[in-house]
């Protein structure tokens, strides 16, 4: 386990070291980290402190909230294809974004957007909390979820639909793609306090969810209040995700793809599978920003395409194996 | 002091009254059989003494914290699901998560008392398979094994010996009775009353909404309860080979 842990942050130390060194202008890896370190305000450190930096830091910070809350949502569920966007925290977050995007919002001021998508998601974590709450079992959740989700997704289709802006029509669309390019330290720091606050009440989730490995009675029997649990999981879910759609935009596939990769690796424990998936999500998200801008560095490719173009074939694989082992 | 007591507790789901006015309390040493037909309210009544589901009346374990009442009682629900893959050693170790600090490593005593319940379930040699690829009969000797490991006074298990052969059947209830020489006590819901009838020490029968005997299994399997809460007739006779029940017929309503 401890192995695990160590080969991971491993892999994302290094994954975001690359991130760091990749992009248009072509610099050295040695002259980029002495610009990024002193601070000589050529334009080289410029690009280094404000667009590379806090490029790195929010995938891992999008990557961390994905991977943790889809390996939380998949405890809690017992379901290995639960995934953080079956709340409808994602799609109404999108929903805050694409008004700011139609009414003006987004282009009056820089935080406009994130601002606008932060309030979307908060509403649509006061509607879950009202429509699930905290009683009742796992199936009111998934229910609630999927009624705010297409809620949303049909009130985003109606301001397409009745936009009479061909610009803001392009701009929401490319937008609901996500993606992390352009985003400046203001973005890392306005999602920064959410994570953070989502990731500790959904890191100490560990021990009820290890619980309900053996159904919701036995471990409520074991010392678990399920309220309790059922409560810290939608908020601390709804902020992580809020916060991360509010900079990146939507990023599909990681949290549902990610911890189904490690969960072999931890023994299937879901208690140990939320700090491994945090960061398998970190370097998935890294890896992922790192090939939008090797693969098609002129095309702007958007990092929700990829993320979705790498998680279907592994998903495929998934159910491939799946299907070998029921065999 | 006795290790469970109801007084005058009544349960209603929804609508529905369940229960009415049970009274009943377990001391230690005891092996107790909760018996009756299907719909009884023979699971309600263990989730109602646990606090799982509202109930009136007064419950000793109820009004417990939810650490003390972990350390208090063990629970076996009916279902035997496992979420996930985890190891039988893993999931036996889930039991004494009321004994473990967050994110501390197992002490000694836990990796003893997890090896004692898989070897008191005959698990040894399952420890490293996932759970999930268990046949059913031994995730249910799992499922025991965790109940074990919680190593509480008392222990509640709802119909744990149902999908067990013969011979894993008459283990399990000889390792319930062993745990009562050691002043431990269970109370399991069973439908098989030979089994109970030979290695139960109390039974309780359930029926019409309450508790309608309770008490050493020939004061409670008369030919008049069975005829009356059961509809059948039964052959229960003390032979050389101890107490012998055997369901014989259905009787005509």
Known sequence: MKRLLASLILLTGGLFALSLVVGPAAIGPIASFQALLTDTQTPLSLVMQEIRLPRAILAVIVGASLGLSGAAMQGYLRNPLAEPGLLGISGSAALGAVLAIQLGLASAFPLGLPLAALAGALLGVFLITLLAGSRGGSLSLILAGIAISALASAMVSLVLNLSPNPFATSEIVFWMMGSLADRSMEHVWLALPFVLLGGVLLATLSRPLDAMTLGEDAAEALGMRLSRVRRQLIIGTALVVGASTAVAGTIGFVGLVVPHLLRPLVGAMPGRLLGASALGGAAMVLLADILVRVILPEADLKLGVLTAFIGAPLFLHLIYQTRRELA | MSLLALDSVAVSLGERSVLRDVSLSIEPGEVVGLIGPNGAGKTTLMRAALGLIEATGVCSLARLSDAERARAVAWMP????????????????????????????????????????????????????????????????????????????????????????????????????????????????????????????????????????????????????????????????????????????????
């Open chain 2, 78 to 253: 009916q279902e035997h699901t496992i979420a996930w893959p985890i190891a039988v050693a893993s999931l036996v170790m889930l039991g004494r998560m009321p004994y473990r600090g967050v994110g501390a490593a197992p002490t000694a005593n836990d990796i003893e008392q997890v090896g004692r319940a898989i070897r008191q379930a005959g698990l040894v040699g399952f420890e490293k398979r996932p759970a999930t690829q268990l046949s059913a009969g031994e995730r249910t000797r799992a499922l025991i094994a965790r109940a074990l490991a919680q190593a509480t006074p008392l222990i509640m298990a709802d119909e744990p010996i149902a999908g067990l052969d013969p011979a894993h059947q008459i283990t399990a209830m000889e390792t319930f009775t062993s745990l009562a020489g050691e002043g431990r006590s269970v109370l399991l819901s069973i439908h098989d009353l030979g089994l109970a009838a030979r290695h139960c020490s109390r039974l309780i029968l359930l029926g019409e909404g309450g508790v309608i005997a309770d008490g050493s299994a020939q004061s409670v399997l008369t030919a008049e309860n069975l005829a009356r809460i059961f509809h059948i007739e039964a052959f229960f006779a003390q032979t050389d080979h101890g107490p012998v029940y055997q369901s014989l017929r259905v009787l005509d309503p």
